[in-house]
């Protein structure tokens, strides 16, 4: 089972679509291992998008990332990086297709809703960045069991 982070951006949660966000994850099938809503401080903020921080736009997206507070979760699963990443859509939400969160909620290609993990190697360190261990929970799970789930998949 891989883990994965998602983090409902301010744009998700001003515009109430926390709940179903959540809820495609969950019908999907994906178990929710952990939650909670945080303030990002810039601190995080320029360790998370270090890739990022020279870039001109860098103020106006910490200035964005700190509007609310944010939820950051934590999914497992099957392939979960790749579902995640499948069901959000493309990072530039103008260019998200229809059915996926990003084509289906994003206003602006900047208030593009969720933030989710590129690789299983990265999912891990951000999984760190913003969980304690404590705060990611392991737990049976019907659709996760094999034999009744997608659990099946890795027979």
Do not use: W
């Not at 891989?2 to 409902?8: D, M, S, W």
């Not at 020279?54 to 200035?63: C, K, Q, T, Y």
């Not at 609310?68 to 959000?88: F, L, S």
Request: net charge negative; with cysteine.
């Amino acid at each position: 089972m891989e883990r994965t982070l998602v983090i409902l951006k301010p744009s998700c949660v001003l515009r109430s679509l926390v709940g179903e966000v959540t809820a495609r994850f969950e019908k999907k099938g994906l178990r929710l291992a952990g939650m909670k809503m945080m303030q990002l401080s810039d601190e995080i903020l320029k360790e998370h998008y270090a890739h990022l921080v020279e870039r001109p736009f860098f103020p106006g997206l910490m200035a964005s990332m700190q509007k609310t507070p944010v939820i950051v979760c934590c999914y497992e699963g099957v392939g979960a990086v790749e579902v995640v990443r499948q069901m959000a859509g493309t990072t530039n939400s103008r260019k998200a297709v229809p059915g996926t969160i990003r084509g289906d909620f994003s206003m602006s290609g900047q208030q593009n809703i969720v933030h989710t993990s590129d690789s299983v190697e990265n999912a891990a360190i951000e999984l760190k960045r913003f969980f304690k261990d404590e705060e990611i929970f392991d737990f049976a799970h019907p659709v996760t069991e094999v034999g009744i789930g997608y659990a099946d998949d890795e027979k």
